[in-house]
Nanobody
């Protein structure tokens, strides 16, 4: 079984930065895909960014150039550096690990950006 523990959310003013961390415990494979999703009130959960163990990344268009995802395979940890934050980035951010048809989720961490 995989467990994901997130940290780093909080309240920040527009233009500010936050760094989210997510550490996976349990059996982790090199082919596991790790990433971040977010869900704003009344909206669906959407992909923010994801990364393979080899460092290949995908980003949502809305965060390109502002957010950077990285991964430390030795620590089973994925990071999301968020810069130039906007009020529309306000959401609960969920860490995700994808393994074939299986999906594992963290409990979520709130990010609030004030204008």
């Amino acid at each position: 079984q995989v467990q994901l523990e997130e940290s780093g959310g909080g309240l920040v003013q527009a233009g500010g930065s936050l760094r989210l961390s997510c550490t996976a415990s349990g059996i982790i494979y090199s082919f596991d895909l790790m990433g971040w999703y977010r869900q704003a009130p009344g909206k669906q959960r959407d992909l923010v960014a994801r990364i393979t163990s080899g460092g290949r990344t995908n980003y949502a268009d809305s965060v390109k150039g502002r957010f950077t995802i990285s991964r430390d395979n030795a620590k089973n940890t994925v990071y999301l550096q968020m810069n130039s934050l906007k009020p529309e980035d306000t959401a609960v951010y969920y860490c995700h690990l994808g393994r074939g048809r299986n999906d594992y989720w963290g409990q979520g961490t709130q990010v609030t950006v004030s204008s």
